[in-house]
């Protein structure tokens, strides 16, 4: 198990910017894949970014196709801590983001199938 806590939510303007940030506990933290969801209002939960770890020891950066160009996911292992950075905001962005936690987490990944979550943080995009 991995618990995870996110930080960094707010409210922004559109073309704005905001850092979430989410920090993991476990000795097991270099080896697991660390993604971020959203979930806006009366609609299901979706995959934002994921980075996952090879047995080469690098690391490969999955996106959604809406957040590309826009979105920057990143890892520090010596902190265990995961980012998302975004840029140029769009209200279409508002929702609750959560980090999540597995051994694989890929675009197509079903959120019932990931066994680590965050509390989730609230971004707010103002138009």
């Known amino acids: 198990q991995v618990q995870l806590v996110e930080s960094g939510g707010g409210l922004v303007q559109a073309g704005g910017s905001l850092r979430l940030s989410c920090a993991a506990s476990?000795?097991?933290?270099?080896?697991?894949?660390m993604g971020w969801f959203r979930q806006a209002p009366g609609k299901e939960r979706e995959f934002v970014a994921a980075?996952?770890?090879?047995?080469?020891?690098?690391?490969?950066?999955y996106y959604l196709d809406s957040v590309k160009g826009r979105f920057t996911i990143s890892r520090d292992s010596a902190k265990n801590t995961v980012y998302l950075q975004m840029n140029s905001l769009k209200p279409e962005d508002t929702a609750v983001y959560y980090c999540?936690?597995?051994?694989?987490?890929?675009?197509?990944?079903?959120?019932?199938?990931?066994?680590?979550w965050g509390q989730g943080t609230q971004v707010t995009v103002s138009s």
């Open positions: 476990g000795r097991t933290f270099s080896r697991y894949a």
């Open positions: 999540a936690a597995d051994y694989t987490i890929v675009i197509n990944t079903p959120p019932g199938s990931v066994s680590n």
């Open positions: 980075i996952n770890w090879s047995p080469g020891s690098a690391y490969y950066a």
